[in-house]
């Protein structure tokens, strides 16, 4: 462990860094300048390509692997959200949506396009899920076992994909 400079806590959120320790990820010099990048630009998605591209342009010298490495360990932990992306034929990152977080909640449900697999988080949906989440927890701690997490997720089509298959 190396000692913090104070200037580098303010740049990565609490939930952010939260979730980079519990998935026992190092804040490197290239996980700052990564998530520098998407906290900058938090909406629009960046490809592998697109983020090696700004990272050079920021005079940050990262392998191509290693970035890839690392966007996907960051994708793993929920601090990114990887999406495919069907004119590029590559993975977009983006972000994760603070509401990934909820975990002692019971994550949220999502739903899963299975044509243009985009993901949605069904916030409304939240308290009578979270009673059928917590339900299946209490039966599994009945017979002994430890759950925790659940994870509900839907697949199907999108608004939108059943429009344009329409
Ligand atoms: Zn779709």
Not at 37 to 61: I, N, S, V, Y
Not at 153 to 158: P, Q
Request: glycine share 6%; proline share 5%.
């Amino acid at each position: 462990m190396s000692p913090r400079p104070p200037r580098e806590t303010a740049t990565v959120p609490p939930h952010i860094q939260t979730r980079l320790e519990a998935a026992g990820l190092r804040r490197t010099l290239a996980t700052r300048a990564v998530l520098g990048l998407f906290l900058a630009k938090p909406t629009d998605g960046l490809t592998h390509a697109q983020a090696l591209g700004a990272l050079t342009a920021r005079g940050l010298e990262i392998n191509r692997v290693t970035l890839y490495r690392l966007l996907d360990r960051l994708a793993a932990c929920g601090v990114l959200q990887r999406h495919t992306d069907d004119q590029a034929r590559t993975w977009r990152f983006s972000l994760a949506p603070l509401e990934t977080d909820a975990a002692d909640e019971g994550a949220l449900p999502r739903f899963e396009c299975d044509a243009c697999h985009r993901q949605f988080r069904l916030a409304d949906a939240g308290a009578p899920t979270r009673a059928i989440a917590q339900d299946l927890l209490d039966t599994l701690a009945r017979l002994g076992h430890q759950g925790e997490r659940v994870d509900v997720s839907v697949h199907g089509t999108c608004s939108s994909c059943v429009e344009s298959a329409a």
